[in-house]
């Protein structure tokens, strides 16, 4: 059955996948990126206007870049014309030819998603600048959409695109691929930006946080956009995995009331076990090509866990060796927190303690509410609830997340009714 | 990450020193200040809400009684301080929101002085929670 909304959702993915397609056409066409992704954006929001009730255009494509280059050559007349009447400038033809006539139905000698990825992930832009231009250049999403998801008014975010636009514009990044010498390391902030991008997305589940939930899926489906024009790239394909192995978790990471469970405690039965099989052969492909890198050991990790039928089932030792390789290539404290647990595991609860208390001298974690919380549950585990109460309001203090401030204060209740009971 | 900024205002010389006591263009320059402020964060895309609060003679603490219905109480003469106004706004880091509330302190008042007023600087908890 074909209803109303599934209409309009089937153009809505539409018009994100070949936004990107899209853009990059009419940049080549005129080079201002900025006036072009506003182009662009226009063609789309007039798309899904349209559309739903006068029908997809038979090339959806063609139809996309003929009105935003309607709307560049109208913009660009304007402007000539004003120039015109300042200096009397002779008139020239117009240089660029009917787009109708360019052969736009034939498919794209080559995908642009890529070349506008590295550009709105430039290094220069700040993260918040960037995913909010990546999510809106290449994912197709609008300024409202955004505004929505981060929890900030549409003029704001609206301003902070242009914004980001107008330093690359200044700035003078290329739109073209990236040169040898600098690609993995520019191919490292793509990925860096599309891991936040799932990270904001992956809280709770339902109510006010659903649009926030919406970015880990954009996140996922830009990921695998790049995963088809890098297919033997193992950080891209680790990237993926980690996010299809970590969001496969996500319907029994709370529970209606959108508490936190801890993956302990979570029941197996919900995980996504499709997207569980699709991470675990990405990875497992890739590490087996013999590449390594920090996306891969993230995602062998979560496969581990998900493998797993319970916490007490789980490899451990495979973790605690993961963990090993991962801090090798890493500088990142949160990766031997997070060790320590599974150290913890494996060589009971005293000995991820002593781990811990070398890990305090690391000023990044010596602030951090994860180390609190990492040491609240070893000394849950090692039978001193007291320490362990402390140290878990000690991190509801320091946390700036609700759900998980409102999990640590629980875990804390908790133990103080047992000593009471 | 968003923080909000908390305009703390001294309850001592409200009457005698407060901004009913300063002169048209004194007052005329704080207005502008604080618009240009907000213009500023606007277009730098940091601006999230803004709003100042009606003064604190007016300022009413409720509770509910056992039947649930409210039960008034103030205005409270004996306050040090009062909530003049706020900002939320998302910025980049903890720096950025510690230069703005510096920024919002030095307010201009009486004579063009700068305020100097405390700025209460806390997170907005919204950050995403980490897998445990």
């Not at chain 1, 974690?365 to 090692?382: N, T, Y």
């Not at chain 2, 219905?69 to 003469?77: I, S």
């Amino acid at each position: 059955m074909t209803t109303a909304s599934s209409v309009q959702a089937g153009i809505e993915h539409l018009l994100r996948d070949l936004a990107p397609q899209v853009l990059g056409v009419v940049m080549r066409r005129f080079g201002d990126f900025p006036a072009s992704e506003d182009a662009v954006q226009e063609a789309l929001l007039a798309a899904a206007l349209q559309w739903p009730g006068e029908g997809v255009p038979e090339s959806p494509r063609a139809w996309l870049i003929h009105v935003a280059s309607r709307r560049m050559t109208d913009q660009l007349r304007g402007e000539i014309a004003r120039r015109e009447r300042e200096a009397f400038v002779v008139r020239q033809e117009w240089p660029f030819h009917d787009p109708s006539s360019d052969g736009f139905d034939a498919p794209p000698e080559h995908d642009d998603t890529l070349a506008l990825l590295f550009m709105c992930c430039h290094p220069a832009l700040t993260s918040s600048s960037a995913i909010a231009l990546t999510l809106r250049a290449v994912g197709g999403l609008t300024t409202t959409e955004i505004a929505h998801a981060f929890m900030v008014p549409e003029a704001t975010l609206a301003q902070r695109i242009s914004r980001a636009k107008q330093s690359i514009k200044s700035s003078g990044v290329p739109f073209r691929m990236p040169e040898e010498v600098e690609r993995s390391e520019r191919l490292a902030s793509v990925l860096h930006v599309l891991y936040l991008i799932f990270n904001e997305g992956y809280t709770t589940s339902g109510g006010p946080d659903l649009h926030r939930a919406e970015l880990s899926n954009e996140a996922i489906r830009l990921t695998r956009a790049v995963r088809v024009l890098l297919p033997r790239d193992g950080e891209v394909a680790g990237l993926l995995a980690l996010m299809l192995l970590t969001d496969a978790r996500r319907p029994a990471r709370a529970n209606a009331d959108g508490e936190l469970i801890p993956l302990a405690k979570q029941d197996r039965s919900l995980w996504n076990r499709e997207a569980i099989a699709e991470g675990i052969a990405l990875v497992t492909a890739a590490l087996s090509n013999g590449s390594i890198g920090a996306y891969q050991l993230q995602a062998a990790i979560a496969a581990v866990h998900d493998e797993a039928a319970s916490a007490e089932e789980t490899d451990w030792p495979q973790i605690v060796a993961l963990y090993d390789v991962l801090g090798r290539i890493t500088d990142n404290p949160m990766v031997a927190l997070n060790q320590a647990i599974a150290v913890a595991m494996v060589h009971g609860a005293e000995a991820g303690l002593a781990r811990l208390d070398a890990l305090a001298a690391d000023e990044r974690l010596a602030a951090h509410h994860r180390l609190d919380a990492v040491r609240a549950h070893l000394l849950e585990m090692s039978g001193d609830r007291s320490g362990a109460i402390a140290r878990y309001l000690a991190a509801a203090a320091k946390t700036a997340s609700i759900p998980e401030k409102n999990y640590l204060s629980t875990q804390a209740a908790r133990l103080r009714a047992d000593d009471d009971a | 990450m968003k923080y909000m900024l908390m305009m703390h205002a001294p309850k001592e010389g409200w009457t005698t020193a407060g901004i009913g006591t300063w002169a048209e263009k004194d007052i005329k320059a704080h207005i502008n200040f604080m618009i240009g402020l907000n213009q500023k964060l606007k277009k730098s895309g940091e601006f999230v809400d803004a709003q100042g609060l009606a003064g604190p003679e007016e300022a009413k603490s409720i509770r509910a009684r056992k039947d649930g219905t409210p039960d008034t109480d103030g205005p409270f003469a004996e306050a040090k301080e009062f909530l003049a106004g706020f900002w939320i706004v998302d910025v980049d880091s903890t720096e950025r929101a510690y230069e703005l509330a510096a920024t919002i302190s030095a307010a201009p008042g009486k004579g063009g002085v700068p305020l100097n007023m405390p700025i209460e600087v806390r997170q907005v908890m919204s950050a995403p929670p980490i897998d445990m």
